[in-house]
Nanobody, 122 residues
Framework: QVQLVESGGGLVQAGGSLRLSCAAS????????TGWFRQAPGKEREFVAA????????YYADSVKGRFTISRDNTKNTLYLQMNSLKPEDAAVYYC???????????????WGQGTPVTVSS
């Protein structure tokens, strides 16, 4: 069992940066691949980035590639998402998730956080 709690969301101007964190409870966090998804009002939840359990492999949605960086610190049971050059279309509630593989598919993840909102002003 893994419990996930996101933090770090907020209001930022376009072009600015934010770093999201996802704190995990449970001793097995390091055995799970993890990812970030986001959901804007009226839209489906979409994949943002994923990272393998050891951090060796990372994957990104085309829309964030080159601007966002996913990372994790298994000694701290924490997942991160560094978001740079933010655009108004990045505004959404951001969710972290844990699963067996670093996938872009929602159904591959077993555990989800409650989400943290990101607002980007133009």
């Amino acid at each position: 069992q893994v419990q996930l709690v996101e933090s770090g969301g907020g209001l930022v101007q376009a072009g600015g940066s934010l770093r999201l964190s996802c704190a995990a409870s449970g001793r097995t966090f390091s055995t799970y691949s993890t990812g970030w998804f986001r959901q804007a009002p009226g839209k489906e939840r979409e994949f943002v980035a994923a990272i393998s359990w050891g951090g060796e492999s990372t994957y990104y949605a085309d829309s964030v590639k080159g601007r966002f960086t996913i990372s994790r610190d298994n000694t701290k049971n924490t997942l991160y998402l560094q978001m740079n050059s933010l655009k108004p279309e990045d505004a959404a509630v951001y969710y972290c998730a844990a699963g067996r593989v670093p996938s872009g598919v929602r159904n591959e993840y077993d555990y989800w956080g409650q989400g943290t909102p990101v607002t980007v002003s133009s």
